[in-house]
């Protein structure tokens, strides 16, 4: 049975760094994902990983601040987060999909396999 766990959220005042990490177990997985909501609003893209594809993707308002990484492996991926901003806070979460392509999915419903989400709040 496929399972995606997320780990590492926390609280960080603006300007500070979180590392998330996602480890996925029971499937062969080609491409991972980490998507974030915050309350009121939608499930939105945040950085995308596929490891037939050397340069993962980003979401604008995150490019510069935030690196996604992982370890094929281990069927492990990481968010490397810097430059924290209160309109940072969400909940965050991993996606996969044994599939590498596309690259990546703006579209939360194209990836089958998601964690439970760690809640990330960032202090003004």
């Known amino acids: 049975q496929a399972q995606v766990v997320e780990s590492g959220g926390g609280l960080v005042q603006a300007g500070g760094s979180l590392r998330l990490s996602c480890a996925a177990s029971?499937?062969?997985?080609?491409?991972f994902a980490w998507f974030r909501q915050a309350p009121g609003k939608e499930r939105e893209f945040v950085a995308g990983?596929?490891?037939?594809?050397?340069?993962?993707f980003y979401t604008d308002i995150v490019k510069g601040r935030f690196t996604i990484s992982g370890d094929n492996a281990k069927s492990t991926v990481y968010l490397q987060m810097n430059s924290l901003k209160p309109e940072d806070t969400a909940v965050y979460y991993c996606?996969?999909?044994?599939?590498?392509?596309?690259?990546?999915?703006?579209?939360?419903?194209?990836?089958?396999?998601w964690g439970q989400g760690t809640q990330v709040t960032v202090s003004s």
């Open positions: 990983i596929s490891w037939s594809f050397s340069s993962p």
């Open positions: 996606a996969a999909d044994v599939s590498r392509f596309p690259r990546y999915s703006l579209v939360p419903d194209e990836y089958p396999y």
């Open positions: 029971g499937r062969t997985f080609g491409r």
